[in-house]
Structure formats: structure tokens, C-alpha cells
């Protein structure tokens, strides 16, 4: 039990603050408040636009690399799938291209490939260290040829998420999605990794290929990769906010 | 008197408001991952190096929250690890509801507000830096004289300050060493420290600027400092109002509001 004597001394203090969270749902303050993520978001791309995230040594890997959000897909296109080998697995890269594409895993392969030790920061807090390896996000956007007027990579995932409380907001469950601008998706260390500290990439961690934008925090490293659109606009995807976690009230620009 | 001018009134007050907003929804945050660790990397799956934790344990009905520090674990039910929602229901929550915006655990809106006050933060203290380091202020009236540092004065300021004997007259114009300690510790020591261990939890401006997390020791030691500092920050502004209200509160605000000080008259 709780006592009561620290109830009581909580008891102003809880009163004077309770006028402050009824301020966090004034839409003219929330608008004005969210005006500082665009901010960031300038100020990032001023100074650090071709900025290289650090590179760890194989020392410096965790030796257990958590396993957040979706353990395993539960849909059973993906399950049937994964009992394949992802051998039926295709990427489909379309939208605003010269060339839409459909690539195996073997493709993926036959591209160069980039290794790279780097830390990934959740938007919770912590952070853990691993391997990934996969071709440059930059190559295959090449090869589909991009048309005028992209300016968004959407990545379109294989699970449906249901949240965690533990980041608060709407919790409601929908397909996974994220998306990036073109100067993330260009950027040398942006790649499609099929592996983790040199292993294929198990269920829980995105099989077989999630995204690695190295610049930005855990939620947007999409996992259980399907299908790449290249848009003009972010509208016509879930609730327009550009990712699964954006349209639940945070950053769409992660670097932060 | 002329005591403060309108740019050291307006980024006070300017500065009051975005750090009780900072203060609020950094705990906020802390909630969604109540641990911290020394080092680059630290989760639930590689906690050797976790120094800090918060968390409870029991049945509903008996929760008993908890602070582990090192290896040491102190009983804090009602106040951290464990505390009543609004409601009055036992949860299982970091900072109680009173002391987090919003009251209950919503890291979004939280991070949104923070980083908005962040900028507040930022701006207004180079504002004040600006102008303090051109006028001459901060040399004059921040910092202590190698005078004020000598033992023996340092010494009368403590016993002064012991007995509540605040300075009267012409000589509560300027401040003493003890304040003058206070202030430079918290503007040009904790605060830069608490900004500068915010910008190294960022992924982007760590490769914008590879020194920034560097400087600390990785990623998650800046988590660990920016929480140390938030600590001392608020240990100052407890100390802060302590003393404005036993020194007159109704002179010293108002001095704060309008610029003007009256002397001579003591209290």
C-alpha cells in the first residue's frame, strides 16, 4: 500500500501541475509546440546533411542485440513465406520509377554489398551495437531510375503491430510502414541489411531484410521489408504522418 | 535602483519556464526506459554496465517501487518506481503523475515538448551569454573576484548564510560569493552540460558532430549525465526558491518583474 501521509504531500503539488497536462491537448499550442521538430529537422540537414554515423569495432558488439516490436509476423503471407526460405520473396520497388522491379534475395546479393558496425538508438532510451550487412539502398534506387517529383522512399512492412504501452499514445494496430527523404535514402551507409553480426536476419530481427538508416532512431529501421514506393507524398500512406509510429505522435524526422 | 536589466529579466523568466517544461517532460520520457548505464550501448539484454534502475514489485494490491543504484536497492514506494495515478490506482511508473508531463506515461507528446523547449532553451541561453560576455555582466556580477574566493570570505559568506543574514542595503546590489557561485555553476556549467548531453543522444547530430558523444563516453553515458545534471539543475532551483523566499520574497520577485530593487530599508 501507498501512504497516505506521501499521498498528502503530493496532493498541492498534484493540483498546481494538473493545469499543465490539459495544456498538452490544446491543439493551437500542440501545433506550435511540433513547430520544433521542422526546425530540427533544417537545422540536421544544415549541418550534417553527409555526416557518417560512427562505426564500431566487432569489440564494441552487444553481445545479445534486443529484439523490439514485432517477434514474428503473425500474418500468414509472410509465414508462408518464411516456411520457404524466402525463396518466393520479392522486393517490389515501385511508384515514382522509370523501371519497377521485383528483386530476390539473390539479386539483393549479386549487389554490392556494405558491412558496418554501427549503434542502435531506441526512441526508448537504449541502445545496443550489431553488424548489419546489405546492398546500399542507393544502388537499387538506381536501378529502378527515379522520375520527377520523388522525394520520399516508403517502406511497406509484413506486420501488423499492435504498440506498446511503454511508448504511450494511440496504441491502435495497423501494418508497419516508415519512410525517409532522398537525401537518407542516398546516404552511403543507408542500406538493406539480410544480416546481423553475420548471420541472416531471424524473425524476431526483420527477415529477411529490414532497413538500416544509420542517422535515425530504432523505429524507423523498418523490418520484414515487402515493397519500396518512391512518392511525392506521404498522404497516401496510413494516416499520412509518413510511419506506423509518426501517426502515433512521434517525430516523422528521427534524428532526434 | 536599476538592479536587472530587461534582457537579464526577460531570459530569466524565458529560461524559468522552458527548464520546469524540460524538467517535467524529461521525466516523462525517462519513464519509457527507467534505467541507466555507463558506456555506448546498455538494454534489458545487456545490463552490465546499468548503474540506475527504477522499477516495483509485488501484487497490485502491495506494489513496492524501487531505485536500484549500483547494487543497492533503497524501498522509494509512493514516490518512484511505484506511485497512484491520478485515479488513485496503484502504477507501476517511474516519476509520479504529479511530477510528469503529460501526467501519464506518453513518450510522444513528451519528446515533442521537450524537443520545442529544448530550442527555447537553447536560444535564450545564448541570448543571455551574448549579452552577458559583450556587457561585461557575467565578469562583473556572475563570476566570483579572486577577493570573494579567499578562505576567510568564502567562510563569513557560509556563517551569513547559515544565520539567514541576507545583504542589506547597497550591498544586496551585487552578489555575493555563495550566489555568485550558484548561478555560474548552474549557467555556465550544469546547463551547457544538460545541452550538450541532450544534442549526444541524437543519432544525426552524432554524425554530424562525432565529438559530441565521444566527449562522454558514449551514447548512453550522456543519458547518464543529462539525468545527473537534470538532478543538480533542480536541487539548485529547490535551493533557488528556498532562499528567494527567505530573503523577501516580495523584493526580490519583483525586483526580478520590474527591474527595480528599492534599498536602505532592508526587508
Same mark, same amino acid.
Given at each position: 500500500?501507498?501512504?497516505?501521509?506521501?499521498?498528502?504531500?503530493?496532493?498541492?503539488?498534484?493540483?498546481?501541475?494538473?493545469?499543465?497536462?490539459?495544456?498538452?491537448?490544446?491543439?493551437?499550442?500542440?501545433?506550435?509546440?511540433?513547430?520544433?521538430?521542422?526546425?530540427?529537422?533544417?537545422?540536421?540537414?544544415?549541418?550534417?546533411?553527409?555526416?557518417?554515423?560512427?562505426?564500431?569495432?566487432?569489440?564494441?558488439?552487444?553481445?545479445?542485440?534486443?529484439?523490439?516490436? &514485432?517477434?514474428?509476423?503473425?500474418?500468414?503471407?509472410? *509465414?508462408? !513465406?518464411? #516456411? @520457404?526460405?524466402? =525463396?518466393?520473396? /520479392? $522486393? +517490389? %520497388?515501385?511508384?515514382?520509377?522509370?523501371?519497377?522491379?521485383?528483386?530476390?534475395?539473390?539479386?539483393?546479393?549479386?549487389?554490392?554489398?556494405?558491412?558496418?558496425?554501427?549503434?542502435?538508438?531506441?526512441?526508448?532510451?537504449?541502445?545496443?551495437?550489431?553488424?548489419?550487412?546489405?546492398?546500399?539502398?542507393?544502388?537499387?534506387?538506381?536501378?529502378?531510375?527515379?522520375?520527377?517529383?520523388?522525394?520520399?522512399?516508403?517502406?511497406?512492412?509484413?506486420?501488423?503491430?499492435?504498440?506498446?504501452?511503454?511508448?504511450?499514445?494511440?496504441?491502435?494496430?495497423?501494418?508497419?510502414?516508415?519512410?525517409?527523404?532522398?537525401?537518407?535514402?542516398?546516404?552511403?551507409? &543507408?542500406?538493406?541489411?539480410?544480416?546481423?553480426?553475420? *548471420?541472416? !536476419?531471424? #524473425? @524476431?530481427?526483420? =527477415?529477411?531484410? /529490414? $532497413? +538500416? %538508416?544509420?542517422?535515425?532512431?530504432?523505429?524507423?529501421?523498418?523490418?520484414?521489408?515487402?515493397?519500396?514506393?518512391?512518392?511525392?507524398?506521404?498522404?497516401?500512406?496510413?494516416?499520412?504522418?509518413?510511419?506506423?509510429?509518426?501517426?502515433?505522435?512521434?517525430?516523422?524526422?528521427?534524428?532526434? | 535602483?536599476?538592479?536587472?536589466?530587461?534582457?537579464?529579466?526577460?531570459?530569466?523568466?524565458?529560461?524559468?519556464?522552458?527548464?520546469?517544461?524540460?524538467?517535467?517532460?524529461?521525466?516523462?520520457?525517462?519513464?519509457?526506459?527507467?534505467?541507466?548505464?555507463?558506456?555506448?550501448?546498455?538494454?534489458?539484454?545487456?545490463?552490465?554496465?546499468?548503474?540506475?534502475?527504477?522499477?516495483?514489485?509485488?501484487?497490485?494490491?502491495?506494489?513496492?517501487?524501487?531505485?536500484?543504484?549500483?547494487?543497492?536497492?533503497?524501498?522509494?514506494?509512493?514516490?518512484?518506481?511505484?506511485?497512484?495515478?491520478?485515479?488513485?490506482?496503484?502504477?507501476?511508473?517511474?516519476?509520479?503523475?504529479?511530477?510528469?508531463?503529460?501526467?501519464?506515461?506518453?513518450?510522444?507528446?513528451?519528446?515533442?515538448?521537450?524537443?520545442?523547449?529544448?530550442?527555447?532553451?537553447?536560444?535564450?541561453?545564448?541570448?543571455?551569454?551574448?549579452?552577458?560576455?559583450?556587457?561585461?555582466?557575467?565578469?562583473?556580477?556572475?563570476?566570483?573576484?579572486?577577493?570573494?574566493?579567499?578562505?576567510?570570505?568564502?567562510?563569513?559568506?557560509?556563517?551569513?548564510?547559515?544565520?539567514?543574514?541576507?545583504?542589506?542595503?547597497?550591498?544586496?546590489?551585487?552578489?555575493?560569493?555563495?550566489?555568485?557561485?550558484?548561478?555560474?555553476?548552474?549557467?555556465?556549467?550544469?546547463?551547457?552540460?544538460?545541452?550538450?548531453?541532450?544534442?549526444?543522444?541524437?543519432?544525426?547530430?552524432?554524425?554530424?558532430?562525432?565529438?559530441?558523444?565521444?566527449?562522454?563516453?558514449?551514447?548512453?553515458?550522456?543519458?547518464?549525465?543529462?539525468?545527473?545534471?537534470?538532478?543538480?539543475?533542480?536541487?539548485?532551483?529547490?535551493?533557488?526558491?528556498?532562499?528567494?523566499?527567505?530573503?523577501?520574497?516580495?523584493?526580490?520577485?519583483?525586483?526580478?518583474?520590474?527591474?527595480?530593487?528599492?534599498?536602505?530599508?532592508?526587508?
Amino acid at each position: 500500500m501507498i501512504a497516505r501521509r506521501q499521498l498528502l504531500g503530493a496532493l498541492p503539488a498534484g493540483l498546481l501541475l494538473s493545469g499543465c497536462d490539459a495544456l498538452t491537448k490544446v491543439d493551437t499550442l500542440k501545433a506550435v509546440v511540433k513547430s520544433g521538430e521542422q526546425a530540427t529537422y533544417r537545422w540536421q540537414r544544415l549541418v550534417g546533411r553527409d555526416g557518417l554515423a560512427r562505426e564500431f569495432s566487432a569489440a564494441d558488439l552487444s553481445p545479445v542485440f534486443k529484439v523490439n516490436g &514485432t517477434r514474428r509476423p503473425t500474418n500468414s503471407e509472410w *509465414q508462408a !513465406l518464411e #516456411a @520457404g526460405g524466402f =525463396a518466393d520473396w /520479392r $522486393l +517490389r %520497388v515501385s511508384g515514382l520509377v522509370k523501371k519497377e522491379l521485383a528483386l530476390s534475395m539473390a539479386d539483393l546479393a549479386s549487389l554490392p554489398q556494405r558491412t558496418q558496425i554501427t549503434r542502435h538508438d531506441c526512441v526508448e532510451g537504449w541502445s545496443a551495437i550489431g553488424q548489419w550487412t546489405g546492398p546500399q539502398l542507393a544502388n537499387v534506387l538506381k536501378a529502378a531510375g527515379l522520375r520527377d517529383g520523388a522525394r520520399y522512399i516508403v517502406f511497406l512492412c509484413a506486420d501488423d503491430y499492435g504498440g506498446e504501452a511503454s511508448k504511450g499514445g494511440l496504441q491502435s494496430s495497423s501494418r508497419y510502414y516508415e519512410s525517409i527523404d532522398l537525401v537518407d535514402a542516398f546516404h552511403p551507409q &543507408t542500406i538493406l541489411a539480410h544480416s546481423l553480426n553475420g *548471420q541472416k !536476419l531471424g #524473425a @524476431g530481427h526483420g =527477415a529477411p531484410l /529490414r $532497413l +538500416r %538508416v544509420e542517422r535515425q532512431l530504432g523505429y524507423k529501421q523498418a523490418k520484414y521489408l515487402m515493397q519500396i514506393v518512391v512518392a511525392d507524398s506521404l498522404a497516401p500512406f496510413g494516416q499520412g504522418n509518413g510511419g506506423y509510429w509518426p501517426d502515433r505522435g512521434y517525430e516523422w524526422y528521427a534524428g532526434i | 535602483m536599476l538592479r536587472h536589466s530587461l534582457l537579464v529579466r526577460l531570459t530569466h523568466w524565458t529560461n524559468a519556464l522552458a527548464i520546469f517544461f524540460l524538467l517535467m517532460t524529461g521525466l516523462n520520457i525517462f519513464g519509457a526506459h527507467p534505467r541507466l548505464y555507463w558506456g555506448h550501448a546498455g538494454s534489458v539484454d545487456q545490463v552490465e554496465r546499468q548503474w540506475l534502475q527504477m522499477g516495483a514489485s509485488g501484487s497490485a494490491a502491495r506494489l513496492r517501487g524501487w531505485v536500484d543504484v549500483g547494487d543497492r536497492r533503497f524501498d522509494t514506494t509512493g514516490l518512484l518506481g511505484a506511485s497512484e495515478s491520478p485515479k488513485g490506482a496503484p502504477s507501476i511508473v517511474a516519476f509520479p503523475h504529479w511530477a510528469t508531463l503529460p501526467a501519464m506515461r506518453d513518450l510522444a507528446t513528451a519528446r515533442t515538448w521537450h524537443f520545442f523547449f529544448a530550442w527555447v532553451l537553447i536560444l535564450n541561453g545564448l541570448m543571455w551569454l551574448g549579452y552577458g560576455l559583450v556587457s561585461g555582466r557575467i565578469g562583473r556580477e556572475i563570476l566570483p573576484s579572486l577577493a570573494q574566493l579567499r578562505p576567510a570570505h568564502l567562510w563569513h559568506d557560509i556563517v551569513e548564510h547559515a544565520k539567514l543574514n541576507f545583504p542589506k542595503g547597497e550591498a544586496a546590489l551585487s552578489y555575493e560569493v555563495l550566489q555568485r557561485l550558484a548561478y555560474a555553476g548552474v549557467a555556465l556549467v550544469l546547463i551547457p552540460v544538460v545541452i550538450l548531453t541532450g544534442m549526444a543522444m541524437s543519432p544525426g547530430l552524432n554524425a554530424a558532430f562525432p565529438f559530441l558523444d565521444a566527449l562522454w563516453g558514449g551514447r548512453q553515458s550522456a543519458r547518464s549525465v543529462h539525468f545527473i545534471a537534470m538532478a543538480a539543475i533542480a536541487g539548485f532551483m529547490a535551493l533557488h526558491l528556498a532562499l528567494v523566499l527567505l530573503s523577501g520574497p516580495v523584493r526580490q520577485i519583483g525586483a526580478m518583474i520590474t527591474g527595480r530593487m528599492t534599498i536602505g530599508g532592508g526587508k
